[in-house]
């Protein structure tokens, strides 16, 4: 094979047999993108220390701090409803069975506080240095050692089966447009943000309840993981207890009623 490609011509100048290595062409142009990245970096900081500068709130913190910020929004909605239903109270021509009504409809709503027997659940993350306790069973990835979301509807779910008269998660009612939602293993109920272990009380017949928790296939499923790796798994009798009403927005945004 020729390789007269490779040489210049004899008699060529040597301005034409000069050419521009490709090293030297990517050698300024990482240069000028350090110099544009440093530029841009003096820019953001006006000197300060942009890696440990205060102002700068990290997303936790962020979400944090809007949690507390819907929970005192739920503390004063809670306040102004009260005193609503406290002039409600007063003679506004209203009938018995009128009254009635409505009392019962804000008890299914789960607006009213609820006293009943109860029954609590409480799920937790496995330690993080767990192992498979049992022969036959791989070592754990980190999705095996901790709750998510599924679980805990799983939980809610079986309770509403088992005949659930109210369920709280955490200190919150659910009630029928309640999501159970979970980022990574921090649960995010209407607008505030809880980690484990979670805990979620149902009032009703306790019996009945706690086999609707051992009759669920999610459940049942879950328990392998509690046997295996160590998630956390109680279910314990409370015995007479008040659930708080729901003190949050009922508007609905997404949907609207069924004519």
């Not at 009938?95 to 799920?123: F, Y």
Request: charged letters at 20%; aromatic letters at 6%; one cysteine or more.
């Amino acid at each position: 094979m020729s390789n007269s490609a490779d040489f210049p011509a004899a008699g060529s100048s040597p301005a034409r047999r000069r050419r521009i290595r490709p090293v030297r062409v990517l050698t300024v142009g990482v240069f000028a993108l350090a110099g544009l990245i440093f530029f841009t970096s003096f820019n953001t900081a006006k000197g300060t220390n942009i890696r440990t500068d205060t102002s700068l709130l990290k997303l936790s913190d962020l979400i944090q701090e809007r949690s507390r910020a819907n929970g005192r929004l739920d503390e004063s909605n809670a306040a102004l409803r009260h005193e609503i239903e406290s002039l409600a109270e007063r003679d506004d021509g209203s009938t018995k069975a009128e009254d009635d009504k409505l009392a019962d409809l804000e008890e299914k709503a789960g607006t009213q506080k609820l006293t009943g027997e109860a029954i609590t659940v409480t799920l937790d993350d496995a330690p993080p240095n767990a192992t498979a306790k049992l022969p036959g069973y791989p070592e754990p990835q980190p999705d095996y050692l901790v709750i998510h979301q599924q679980d805990l509807q799983a939980v809610v779910n079986a309770l509403w089966q088992g005949g659930a008269q109210g369920i709280k998660v955490m200190d919150q009612r659910l009630i029928s447009t309640s999501a159970v939602r979970c980022v990574g293993n921090t649960l995010i109920l209407q607008g505030r943000v809880y980690s484990p272990p979670y805990k979620i009380t149902a009032v009703g017949d306790p019996e009945k309840l706690k086999r609707a928790l051992a009759a669920s296939p999610a459940i049942q499923n879950y328990m392998v993981y509690v046997n295996v790796y160590g998630l956390g798994w109680n279910v314990r009798e409370d015995g007479k207890v008040t659930l708080p009403g729901y003190s949050g927005a009922v508007d609905l945004h997404y949907a609207q009623p069924v004519t």
